[in-house]
Structure formats: structure tokens, C-alpha cells
């Protein structure tokens, strides 16, 4: 079956200090996307990135970054110099494809960041 | 362009209580869904629509009822409630739901909490 594992269930850091927030998935579709998404203390779902399974190129977005290793099954997420607007919770999600062809969203169970000042 | 709107934001109910939690969105997304976030165990699918008069069943459907009868809206019901439908509900949207290959992701609403006393 489909899994996503965020081993991290929290993480404490110091601003201004990187933080990688480790994202390892299980799928048996040969093609799926996988994405995060962040949930701040406010509560709605903010999305990250979305990444197809046939895109092993790594991604840069400001401070944000995103290591994708098929070999490893695993989509890692960086945060650079993180900043205490970075707290909040991080979920990795994957694809699975439901009878009929569509698609649903099988989360991580999150990995709470907490950046101090 | 309002996105996805969930009503209401928060909602007490004792047990065997009914009610009904609104999702709406005004993007023209055929493809709507409801996810119950739990402690520890990130989001899971309740119920899926991809379209008007067309619903299905998610991972945890047991419980709740769900309707399509127009583009925009996509109803949540519990019939009776349980204390073991305390959750965070998030109703989220996208395009078609089946074609991640265009670059299409879900978008979520700010999301119901609700107890269940």
C-alpha cells in the first residue's frame, strides 16, 4: 500500500540555522507526484511544491529546497537561515491513483518545526 | 476569486447530534474532496466528488454522507455524531482530479474544527 513517513515528528531550531525535514515514501504506481505543504499555527494548508516521479531534478525556491531521490524513495525538504515565520507544521504527500483514475493525496503524519529566536 | 470556503470554522456537538459541515469553491473545479486531520496520523480521505452527482467513497467513509448537486458545493454530513469524530476537517479542490500530469494540484480550505463532546 501507498505510505509516507516523516520520521521527525518535531524538530526545535535556532534561527538562522538549515533544517532538512526527511520525507520517504512507498508507492507501487509507476508514476506519482509528490508535494509538501505547510501548516502554519493558523491552520489551513499552505502548498509548497508538487514533484512528478519522473522529475529527479532538485528544486530551489529562495530559502526553500527540495532533494528528490528515486533510488531512495525519499523527498527531502530544506530549509536555509530558517526564520521563526518557518514554524509550523510540514506535510509530505503522495498521489495514488483510486479506481476510475482518480487521484488522492496519502499525508505524512507531519513534522512540526519550531524555530526560536 | 474566493478559493475554497469551508463554514463553520469551529463546532461543538454532543453525541448523536447531526450537522452539516459547507465547503464551497468558486474555481469551477470538477473534482472535490473532504479529509479528516487526526493527531499524529496526517490527513485522510472521507469522501471524493468528481462531479456534479458523482460522489465516492475515501479511506474513512464510515459515518459521514456526502451530496453533489452543483459545481460549487460539496456538503459534509454526519448523520450522528461520535466522540471519535473529533477532528479538523479540510475540504480541498482541484481541476479534474486525475490529471496531476498538468501541473494541477489540490487546493484546501481553511478547514472545520470540531468536537464532539
Known amino acids: 500500500a501507498q505510505k509516507v513517513t516523516q520520521a521527525q515528528t518535531e524538530i526545535s531550531v535556532v534561527e538562522k540555522e538549515d533544517v532538512t525535514l526527511d520525507c520517504v515514501y512507498e508507492t507501487r504506481d509507476t508514476t506519482y507526484y509528490l508535494f509538501w505543504y505547510k501548516q502554519p499555527p493558523s491552520g489551513e494548508l499552505v502548498f509548497l511544491i508538487r514533484r512528478n516521479s519522473f522529475d529527479e531534478q532538485n528544486e530551489i525556491s529562495g530559502r526553500y529546497s527540495w532533494n528528490f531521490q528515486k533510488s531512495t524513495s525519499s523527498f527531502n525538504f530544506t530549509i536555509t537561515a530558517s526564520q521563526v515565520v518557518d514554524s509550523a507544521v510540514y506535510f509530505c504527500?503522495?498521489?495514488?491513483?483510486?479506481?476510475?483514475?482518480?487521484?488522492?493525496?496519502?499525508f505524512g503524519a507531519g513534522t512540526r518545526l519550531a524555530v526560536h529566536p | 476569486n474566493a478559493g475554497v470556503t469551508q463554514t463553520p470554522k469551529f463546532q461543538v456537538l454532543k453525541t448523536g447530534q447531526s450537522m452539516t459541515l459547507q465547503c464551497a469553491q468558486d474555481m469551477n473545479h470538477e473534482y472535490m474532496s473532504w479529509y479528516r486531520q487526526d493527531p499524529g496520523m496526517g490527513l485522510r480521505l472521507i469522501h471524493y466528488?468528481?462531479?456534479?452527482?458523482?460522489?465516492d467513497q475515501g479511506e474513512v467513509p464510515n459515518g459521514y454522507n456526502v451530496s453533489r448537486s452543483t459545481t460549487e458545493d460539496f456538503p459534509l454530513r454526519l448523520l450522528s455524531a461520535a466522540p471519535s469524530q473529533t477532528s479538523v476537517y479540510f475540504c480541498?479542490?482541484?481541476?479534474?482530479?486525475?490529471?496531476?500530469?498538468?501541473?494541477?494540484?489540490?487546493?484546501f480550505g481553511p478547514g472545520t474544527r470540531l468536537l464532539v463532546l
Open positions: 504527500a503522495l498521489s495514488e491513483v483510486m479506481s476510475g483514475g482518480y487521484n488522492k493525496l496519502i
Open positions: 466528488s468528481v462531479g456534479a452527482g458523482i460522489t
Open positions: 480541498a479542490s482541484s481541476y479534474s482530479g486525475s490529471l496531476f500530469a498538468r501541473g494541477e494540484t489540490q487546493y
